[in-house]
């Protein structure tokens, strides 16, 4: 059962969530600048490599992610004669930080020709110090979720996507230089925290409490992030998979895919992933609205994937052309494809925080690295290059819904069964 928060007060529904979609839409914008600039700017085969780089920071950034969903779900607004909780988040953020540094550093002669064969060690710097940044962040983030500060939460989200753009026009000015890219791109984790932790601070020191010790919150958040692999998988990181898996491929050619992929399946899904925390914290706090909310979200879902897919379809590859004009250009078809499985993955991202929510962390972690499992499967079928990529990108989250839908449909029979054998 979901308990309610000490108050007893709902968790307050549509300031909150105004104010993350807000900050989402403007990060969103941020994120379609760079997809839209860059190509135009470096071209659709050297851009294939920027990618390669932005998917694995995305990838490692998606995984880690999972620290912030667990801590939002382990914070709680802070009572009297309770240990400050934003202590144990400090320690434990800087610890898993310089872990994560390590292990990147460390691990990088197995990987770093694989993934950067013509730049090597000189994307692993960035690529090290951008990532273990992020851990803090994510941090930071989820116990900001779990006292329910909206503002500067959103003042996180939105810092960080602009000082990202900025400092990437910046370098472009100057420079076509990969290498040069990647800092750009991995400098706005730190410098947000440096920048916003003043004002921050008073939101969220004493204002905590985290009820879980080191061990509980370890093994929890190490379950948890198990799971935000697999969403990193198969949203943030397909690019660098698709990349990996297709050598044989001209790279403009997996440059436009890359492309057409990312432009068309943001809207949805960007949303969805920014969502993840306040949806867990709305779950865990309003039990007695939890099942209405819940359809209403895939009510909406429903209706978005279907507007956006015949949208895809009537007016995509003309906005590509519009946006890209001197490249290879994909069919309409393939546009509606792609607005399909944004869909899918959206319903999994609303399905997911509704069983993290409950404490499921088995069924959570199972229901994303299934459909991870899936997803590299499909990239490794004997098929075309086309067709591999559209199994990939659909089949991937419909094995995670139905092991996420098969739970949910159990414990909601097992609660109308529960008042009438009361």
């Known amino acids: 059962m979901i ?32 997809t839209i600039l860059i190509p135009n700017q470096i071209g659709l085969a050297k851009y294939a490599l920027f990618a390669v780089f932005w998917s694995s920071v995305y990838l490692a950034v998606g995984a880690l992610g999972g620290i912030q969903q667990e801590v939002t779900r382990a914070t709680l607004p802070a009572r009297e004669g309770i240990i400050d909780g934003s202590f144990r988040a400090c320690r434990f953020g800087i610890i898993a930080g310089l872990a994560v540094f390590a292990t990147i550093a460390g691990t990088a002669p197995l990987w770093e020709r694989s993934v950067f064969p013509t730049e090597g ?97 370890a093994g929890n958040v190490a379950r948890t992030v198990l799971a935000a692999t697999g969403t990193a998988i198969m949203v943030t990181g397909f690019p660098l998979l698709l990349g990996l898996t297709s050598h044989s491929e001209q790279p403009a050619t997996v440059g436009m895919f890359i492309v057409a992929i990312t432009l068309t399946r943001a809207p949805l899904i960007v949303v969805a992933l920014s969502l993840q925390s306040y949806l867990i914290v709305h779950f865990r706090d309003n039990a007695g609205t939890f099942w209405t909310y819940f359809f209403r979200l895939l009510g909406v879902t429903f209706v978005a994937g279907v ?10 590859p003309t906005v590509f052309h519009l946006i890209f004009p001197n490249t290879l250009q994909p069919d309409a078809p393939f546009f509606a494809i792609l607005a399909c499985s944004s869909a899918l993955v959206t319903v999994l991202c609303i399905t997911a925080p509704a069983v993290l929510a409950r404490s499921k962390h088995f069924v959570y972690s199972t229901g994303w690295v299934a459909a991870a499992f899936t997803t590299i499967a499909a990239l490794l079928l004997p098929l075309d290059f086309a067709s ?8 991937g989250p419909i094995v995670g819904l139905v092991i996420h839908g098969a739970y949910l449909v159990s414990a909601g029979l097992g609660e109308q069964r529960r008042p009438t054998q009361e």
């Open 121 to 217: 060690w000189s994307l692993i710097l960035p690529l090290a110090v951008g990532v273990a940044s992020y851990v803090m962040v994510a941090v930071l983030a989820g116990s900001l979720y779990g006292v329910i500060a909206w503002i500067p939460l959103a003042f996180m989200i939105t810092v960080d996507a602009l000082l990202r753009v900025a400092f990437l026009s910046i370098t472009l000015v100057f420079t076509h230089n990969i290498v040069a890219l990647a800092w750009a791109v991995a400098v706005p984790f730190p410098l947000t925290l440096l920048t916003l932790w003043p004002f921050i601070r008073l939101s969220i020191v004493g204002r905590s409490r985290i009820d879980d010790g080191y061990r509980a919150l």
């Open 307 to 316: 507007v956006l897919a015949v949208a895809g379809w009537l007016f995509g």
């Open 3 to 34: 308990e309610a928060t000490p108050s007893g007060r709902r968790a307050p529904e549509l300031p909150g969530f105004a104010i993350i979609l807000m900050a989402t839409a403007i990060a969103g914008v941020a994120s379609y600048a760079v």
């Open 388 to 395: 591999r990529t559209v199994t990939a990108l659909t089949v």
